[in-house]
């Protein structure tokens, strides 16, 4: 690990008791859950809008947080966000779902699709009134250990090259970009051929007039467009890792030649691309190895050290619990991770890097780095009954009830052509 490379030419800037590195939902919710724990925190993000994938990626969708009985599993500041989102963005919350929980059985899904910007913006505000300090433009570089522990984080921004210290670092970079580069095992993932941008036609902009909804407007502009099983994912085209400057070059220049030959064949009068992705929309780039790999057979399974239920957001009833043991590995007591990046294998990871559990992971990592603080233990170690109690406390599901599991317990999706390549963690 990172001992000594920087030591000799920084000096710490300021010191934190959380660091967060990383601004995507998973982040937001770290940091403003440490936040409001009255720790001293500090939230690093690369771009000028937090949210990640959900709004500089354009992946704008809260999908399913409910059983697809009627039942909803997912709650926290998951459930808080998606509600908040639609009250002045756009509100795609089905009817059924309204009001909270319906009071009859419905088949119909809550979801909701959020107004990217507007979204982002509500992020900020959060991260603002919690307390916690917030820098945009910033690169989170390596983590800086000393006997193990993280003791800081190097960055470099504007102001140049700096050191904050830290006594907890939470990576939500979602690629576990701090973690590798401090030398922290990590499994490497692939992705898809699949790009998508937000178009304006003049038929949708009839559409929104006709119907009175701005949201009418756009329609989604692919240029790869292969879904998350992996289906028809051309012969020709690499599955890239995201992990490399060349990979992740190679994705854009050939979404964006794809793009121009498709627009091509339109008048140019009759539409206009008003927004393209900010970001690679790698969904599966890196994982931490962490103490456990949450994986498809976990289906229905619980977790003595659980910290929160999710549902399976393709598939009704499919139900799992996340253990803290994905966030975690006990030989990096004061690190801990969330989000895209938990430890998930093949469909488990699927499931865990979504929206909605990003979010309530993410609120999990940081009610235990708080509870790791102020108990003096390390983050794996902190005592997971009282950990849970805060995290019930906080409106998340930590168990699902056993009642809302079906007779036929065996897994009915289709598991995704998604590969998780190890090499012994060094990537």
């Not at 916690?132 to 800081?152: K, N, S």
């Not at 051309?234 to 498709?262: A, C, F, M």
């Not at 009282?386 to 009830?401: R, S």
Request: proline residues 4%.
């Amino acid at each position: 690990m990172n001992t000594v490379r920087y030591e000799k030419i920084l000096s710490i800037k300021k010191h934190y008791n959380v660091i967060v590195a990383g601004g995507g939902v998973a982040g937001v919710a770290a940091a403003v859950s440490c936040a409001k724990n009255g720790m001293s925190t500090l939230l690093l993000e690369k771009s000028n809008i937090l949210g990640g994938l959900g709004t500089l990626g354009l992946i704008n969708l809260f999908v399913p947080m409910c059983n697809g009985r009627g039942k909803q599993i997912i709650f926290g500041l998951a459930d808080k966000w998606a509600r908040a989102s639609a009250e002045i963005g756009m509100n795609t919350i089905p009817k059924e779902w309204k009001d909270g929980e319906p009071s009859e059985y419905t088949e119909k899904r809550y979801r909701q699709h959020f107004s990217p910007a507007i979204f982002a913006y509500q992020l900020t505000e959060e991260v603002v009134h919690s307390g916690a300090d917030l820098l945009f433009d910033v690169l989170a570089l390596d983590p800086v250990f000393e006997g193990g522990r993280c003791v800081g984080v190097v960055t470099e921004s504007k102001g140049g090259t700096e050191l904050y210290g830290c006594d907890m670092l939470i990576d939500t970079t979602g690629d576990c970009d701090v973690l590798r580069r401090g030398g922290i095992p990590t499994v490497a993932g692939e992705n898809f051929f699949t790009f998508v941008t937000k178009m304006v036609t003049l038929e949708t902009c009839e559409k929104a007039l006709e119907k009175g909804d701005v949201r009418h407007i756009y329609k989604n502009f692919f240029g790869g467009s292969i879904n998350l099983f992996g289906d028809n994912q051309p012969d020709d085209i690499p599955r890239w890792s995201g992990l490399t400057v060349d990979e992740v070059s190679d994705y854009i220049k050939r979404n964006h030649l794809l793009l121009l030959q498709k627009l091509r064949e339109s008048d140019p009068k009759t539409r206009e691309i008003v927004t393209s992705p900010g970001m690679p929309q790698f969904r599966t780039t890196c994982h931490i190895k962490g103490d456990y790999s949450l994986r498809k057979e976990d289906l229905y399974r619980h977790f003595d050290d659980s910290v929160c239920a999710i549902n399976d957001f393709e598939f009704r009833d499919h139900l799992y619990e996340v253990p803290l043991r994905c966030l975690t590995r006990r030989d990096t007591p004061n690190v801990i991770t969330a989000g895209r990046s938990a430890d998930g294998t093949g469909y488990g990871w699927d499931v865990l890097r979504v929206i909605p559990p990003a979010i309530i992971t993410g609120q999990a990592a940081g009610e235990a780095a708080c509870l790791a603080i102020r108990s003096g233990r390390d983050v794996a170690d902190v005592d997971i009954k009282t950990l849970q109690g805060i995290l019930e406390k906080n409106n998340v599901m930590v168990h699902f009830p056993e009642d809302y599991v079906p007779e036929d317990r065996s897994f009915h999706g289709k598991d995704t052509n998604r590969r998780d390549v190890d090499d012994g963690g060094h990537f």
